[in-house]
Nanobody, 127 residues
Framework: QVQLVESGGGLVQAGGSLRLSCVASGRTFSSYAMGWFRQAPGKEREFVAV????????YYADSVKGRFTISRDNAKNTVYLQMNSLKPEDTAVYSCAADPTAIYRGMVFTPGGYAHWGQGTQVTVSS
């Protein structure tokens, strides 16, 4: 199976930036969808961004579009989430996810479409 290890979370002031990293190992990634999700206390896990590994296609939730950027580094088997202009409402546990067939199944925007998950990293944005 694929193992995913996240890092980069922390405490930041509103308007600041953070870059989250997700290092993947255990499988090839050519057909994988690589997604970022987040979950705030008392709320359901929600989609943030997704990247198609083979072609680099990306899609973002409306709430983060223009502020967040998902990218990959093939040599490092790593997916990044660059978060700029952070707001207090961005505070959540951010998790990366991977699945080899989510794109084919049309399930790239929902947590249930992903078989592999990282443990999550806390992002806290202070006002």
């Amino acid at each position: 199976q694929v193992q995913l290890v996240e890092s980069g979370g922390g405490l930041v002031q509103a308007g600041g930036s953070l870059r989250l990293s997700c290092v993947a190992s255990g499988r090839t990634f050519s057909s994988y969808a690589m997604g970022w999700f987040r979950q705030a206390p008392g709320k359901e896990r929600e989609f943030v961004a997704v990247l198609r590994w083979s072609g680099g296609n990306t899609y973002y939730a409306d709430s983060v579009k223009g502020r967040f950027t998902i990218s990959r580094d093939n040599a490092k088997n790593t997916v990044y989430l660059q978060m700029n202009s952070l707001k207090p409402e961005d505070t959540a546990v951010y998790s990366c996810a991977a699945d080899p067939t989510a794109i084919y199944r049309g399930m790239v925007f929902t947590p249930g479409g992903y078989a592999h998950w990282g443990q999550g990293t806390q992002v806290t944005v202070s006002s």
